[in-house]
């Protein structure tokens, strides 16, 4: 089936490890994008890549890293895991404005 | 502060009752996409309104998008346990470079 891929699903890791999230998609979307989700806060973004090639900022990207290694994968890195960083990860595609398609999300608990 | 305000934040019903989530901001969007995810699922597309004051039926679900283009709202009838989720509204503004800005969302159960 088409869409977005996220691997692994869940993850643990202590404060002070380091992590790397993978994503990947099969609609030849060019944009990509990944959010955090946490209780009450909506979701928000982290960073995006507008086209291969290129990354951005988002609201939150303090404490990440990421990088578009091609049209299809976009990864998202945790150098130095901090509790705060304790939430649900999702990565997302897009072609035109009008809707993303989301990943089933990436739970990862820092200790 | 969120620049998209959802209410309610949580709603409880009995099946066949009708139901009105809101979404809310002081800013103006180019446009306004509704999305509902389920426990352990990412969030999946209902509907994007472009237009201000447009509205689109999608079976029992109804979405507005304000005339002034900061607010829209979901009006569900006669719900039923199958629109169990949570609902959330997300804006694109002008300038923006593609990025979605997501309200907090509503937690809607509904009851059998």
């Known amino acids: 089936n088409a869409g977005v891929t996220q691997t692994p699903k869940f993850q643990v890791l202590k404060t002070g490890q380091s992590m790397t999230l993978q994503c990947a998609q099969d609609m030849n979307h060019n944009s990509m994008y990944w959010y955090r989700q946490d209780p009450g806060m909506g979701l928000r973004l982290i960073y995006y890549?507008?086209?291969?090639?290129?990354?951005d900022k988002g609201e939150v990207p303090n404490g990440y890293n990421v990088s578009r290694l091609n049209k299809r994968e976009f990864s998202l890195r945790l150098e130095s895991a901090a509790p705060s960083q304790t939430s649900v990860y999702f990565c997302?595609?897009?072609?035109?404005?009008?809707?993303?398609?989301f990943g089933s999300g990436t739970r990862l608990t820092v200790v | 502060t969120q620049l998209l305000e959802q209410s309610p934040q949580f709603l409880s019903i009995q099946e066949g009752e009708n139901l009105t989530v809101y979404c809310n901001s002081s800013?103006?969007?180019?446009?306004l996409q509704w999305y509902r995810q389920e426990p352990g699922e990412g969030p999946v597309l209902l509907v994007t309104v472009v237009t201000g004051g447009e509205v689109k039926k999608l079976k029992r679900l109804t979405f507005q998008f304000g005339d002034a283009r900061k607010d829209s709202s979901l009006h569900i009838t006669a719900a039923q346990p199958g629109d169990t989720g949570l609902y959330l509204c997300a804006g694109l503004r002008r300038g923006s470079a593609r990025q979605l800005t997501f309200g907090s969302g509503t937690q809607l159960t509904v009851l059998p």
């Open positions: 997302a595609s897009s072609e035109v404005i009008y809707g993303y398609t």
């Open positions: 800013s103006v969007f180019s446009s």
């Open positions: 890549s507008a086209s291969e090639g290129t990354t």
